[in-house]
């Protein structure tokens, strides 16, 4: 039965192999971009100052869309607290506590991962990544959190507020945008600066870092309103 | 003669990865297989490191980094929930 | 320079056979625990070695690789002894081999202090 | 020392470190990197690190980084040594190992120090640590040679432990 299972998975995998390969060996490369695209290509690094052409794209000219995307997520974690919630959200199975090791090894490394968010985040018009995977792994420092240190000590409001300042904080920025600049969430609302340096690209930095902590704080929400509900069913 | 000596790395990590992956088909336990996939995914790391010189990006590095923190805290979870105390 | 790039190498070709080494422990040692040393010592060496030794290729990468290597320093232990903690936990059985546990013993005579609430 | 030199001595410890690792990160100085390095590293040191008790035994005198430097010495040796031994044991064709898991104690109170400790022996020929309870650490050893587990386990400790009983108080 086990071999069965393990042969019919090695086929699949191999199966999955093949057709990737195919896909390769199939594939042109288009050699003229349409229209749209033509436009960010060659205006982007001009107009905005971002290294990072994707992030221009992703903040300045699909900003709104980014804004709905938030939103969303925002609206996400909203209602898996509706649907999950409970009496009271305290839990009372028996557990057995982390080993000591593992609570020194997260307060260690809790602060360093939370950097390497920033991080990410901050040099999102530089370099791949940005805001959103910037706010995964803060989130991923809750999971540590949660897992290895406390589960009741961790403050709900401290979350809501960072949520409500930094999407806030986006939206007023946007309209700064309409006020001084050319629309709704131009970016030249400041100066473009140098070409390739932290504070270039005009206010990309500023959007993507709060894009970063309102995805972390909404994030760390859905898992904090999940672990309080995991309890009550075991 | 640098390249040739780390395509041979490069080759030898790869049968590793083989080796690991037969050790996580046939298992045993669930925690033998955890432990398969931590190993792959410390290996990962160099592999990911090598690319990065083969195909001279530095951003990689950076991905590294990032994979590294993901792939510790996804072993951490999953022990966690084999200890049903999550 | 051109020695210093070929000594690079040569640490991540030992590197990457440790790795290999470590692959093959998994698949020989007998019970998990034995697995997990295995497991976790060659791999950590071996990817320190390879880690080290393209940051003695590319002299502008060293810094962040050192960063790199100081977390896998840090976090390779860790979720090895926890996940060995584990296993010990939910009863995953010694080898035959093993002729002494110290562990299992303790754990009869003062059952109490194992299981604390959280 | 009272409670609120420990937690500053803590915070700026942590908050050197954090900075460090943002310049290396960015691989820059210039002056926007510095102030927003500082800035976050700031913050997150702040927020952080309000129940963190990580650094607040370590001493910062000479002789313990005299002995940090030791430490590290030895650790590096034990960890080439281990990776040594792993590889015969898992080449030669008999498979030499003969198991077991066997306590020992320690007197190390900072849990830093501990931390270090339990790494360190994870990291060492032929043994890890599976589990700790008070100040019995229980190792797992691919091969218990000796007569007396008890002394052995203790030799596996003594070997870091008089180093971190200087670095950490």
Redesign the interface.
């Known amino acids: 039965m086990k071999i069965l299972k393990n042969s019919i998975l090695l086929v699949l995998l191999g199966f999955m192999t093949w057709m990737l390969f195919n896909l390769y060996k199939d594939y042109d490369s288009r050699d003229t971009l349409n229209d749209t695209a033509r436009y960010y290509a060659e205006k982007g690094p001009d107009e905005t100052g971002a290294a990072n052409l994707v992030t221009s794209v992703v903040v300045t000219y699909r900003g709104l869309d980014t804004l709905g995307e938030v939103t969303i997520l925002f609206l996400v974690s909203a209602i898996i607290g509706l649907l999950l919630k409970t009496e009271n959200g305290t839990r009372k199975t028996a557990m057995r506590a982390s080993?000591?090791?593992m609570?020194?090894?997260a307060?260690?490394l809790?602060?360093?991962i939370?950097?390497?968010g920033?991080?990410i985040f901050?040099?999102g018009h530089l370099t791949p990544g940005g805001g959103f995977q910037g706010g995964a792994i803060l989130a991923s420092t809750f999971i540590l959190l949660l897992i290895s240190?406390s589960r009741n000590?961790i403050g709900h409001k401290v979350l809501e507020l960072t949520e409500a300042l930094s999407g806030l904080s986006f939206v007023l920025i946007g309209i700064l945008g309409v006020i001084l600049a050319a629309g709704f969430l131009d970016n030249k609302i400041l100066g473009t600066g140098t070409f390739g340096?932290?504070?270039s690209a005009g206010a990309i930095p500023i959007i993507y870092s709060l894009i970063g902590l309102k995805v972390g704080a909404e994030l760390s929400t859905i898992i904090l309103e999940l672990n309080q509900v995991q309890g009550k069913e075991d | 003669m640098v390249n040739t000596i780390l395509s041979i790395a490069l080759l030898i990590i790869g049968l590793s990865f083989l080796l690991v992956i037969v050790r996580f088909l046939i298992g045993k336990s669930v925690a033998d297989r955890v432990v398969a996939l931590d190993a792959l995914t410390i290996s990962t790391i160099g592999l990911i490191v090598l690319l990065a010189h083969f195909l001279d990006r530095k951003i990689y590095i950076?991905v590294s980094i990032v994979y590294a923190i993901l792939s510790f805290i996804g072993v951490i979870i999953v022990a966690k929930y084999l200890e049903k105390s999550l | 320079m051109e020695f210093i790039k070929i000594c690079g190498a040569v640490l991540t070709l030992i590197g990457s056979l440790?790795i290999l080494?470590a692959a093959?422990?998994l698949l020989?040692?007998?019970?998990i625990?034995?697995r997990?040393?295995?497991g976790?010592?060659?791999t950590?060496?071996?990817s320190i070695l390879t880690l080290l030794g393209i940051g003695l290729i590319h002299p502008?990468w060293l810094?962040?690789l050192?960063?790199l290597i100081l977390f896998v320093?840090?976090s390779n232990?860790?979720s090895?002894?926890v996940l060995?903690?584990a296993a010990?936990f939910i009863g995953i059985p010694?080898?035959a081999?093993?002729?002494?546990?110290?562990?299992?013993q303790?754990r009869q005579e003062n059952p109490v202090?194992?299981e604390n609430e959280s | 020392m009272n409670l609120k030199t420990m937690k500053l001595k803590e915070i700026s410890i942590?908050f050197i470190?954090?900075f460090a690792?943002?310049l290396?990160?960015?691989?820059?100085t210039?002056t926007?990197?510095l102030v927003?390095g500082a800035l976050?590293?700031l913050a997150?040191?702040m927020l952080?690190?309000r129940?963190?008790?990580?650094f607040d035994e370590l001493r910062l005198s000479p002789k313990a980084f005299l002995f940090t430097l030791l430490f590290l010495f030895t650790f590096i040796k034990e960890?080439?040594k281990?990776?040594f031994d792993?590889?015969w044991?898992?080449?030669s064709p008999s498979?030499p190992?003969?198991?077991?898991?066997?306590?020992a104690t320690t007197t190390l109170q900072s849990?830093?120090a501990?931390?270090i400790l339990?790494?360190s022996i994870?990291?060492t020929p032929?043994?890890?640590?599976?589990?700790?309870?008070?100040d019995?650490l229980?190792i797992?050893c691919?091969y218990?040679d000796s007569e007396d587990?008890e002394q052995y386990g203790q030799q596996i400790i003594r070997k870091f432990e008089k180093y971190l009983e200087v670095i950490y108080g």
């Open positions: 080993s000591e090791f609570i020194t090894a307060k260690l809790i602060p360093m939370s950097l390497i920033v991080y901050v040099n240190i000590k340096s932290l504070l | 950076d | 440790f080494f093959i422990g020989r040692m007998p019970d625990y034995n997990i040393q295995a976790t010592k060659a950590t060496l071996g502008d810094l962040k050192i960063l320093l840090i232990p860790v090895s002894h060995g903690r010990y010694l080898s081999k093993t002729h002494i546990d110290n562990l299992k303790d202090t194992k | 942590i470190i954090l690792a943002w290396i990160l960015n691989q820059s210039a926007e990197y927003s976050i590293a997150i040191s952080m690190c129940h963190c008790t990580v960890l080439i281990a990776n792993i590889a044991r898992v080449l498979l190992i003969k198991p077991g898991i066997i306590r849990k830093m501990r931390l339990a790494n994870t990291l032929g043994t890890f640590t599976i589990d700790i309870i008070d019995t229980y797992h691919v218990v587990p």
